[in-house]
């Protein structure tokens, strides 16, 4: 692997042959820290990544709940409406039978 990009990047090939031993250690430290603070940066991403796909699906399962509620909901008013109008229907009629009875005698 590091033969095909010292093959591709000569400039670096002639960096690296100019630097010493001490700079490329340090270098390599260096390039180690980074790696690692990259490291704990995509772990804390993965963890928050997770958190939000939880919140996602608490999200989507409360709107499904939110939706058949609403459903039950127009289920029930509608109900009522037909129990009220059904209700003021046979009000009517019993006014009406009252009258017509009072009207034979």
Do not use: C
């Amino acid at each position: 692997m590091f033969d095909r990009w010292r093959r591709f990047h000569p400039s670096k090939k002639n960096e690296l042959t100019t630097k010493s031993k001490k700079q490329l250690n340090k270098q390599a430290v260096l390039n180690n820290r980074a790696l690692d603070r990259l490291a704990d940066e995509i772990e804390n991403k993965e963890g928050t990544i997770e958190h939000l796909q939880a919140q996602r699906e608490t999200l989507l399962d409360n709107y499904v709940k939110a939706q058949k509620l609403a459903l039950v909901l127009w289920v029930n008013q509608h109900r009522l409406g037909l129990h009220q109008a059904l209700k003021k229907w046979a009000d009517v009629a019993k006014t009406e039978r009252n009258l017509e009875t009072k009207d034979l005698l």
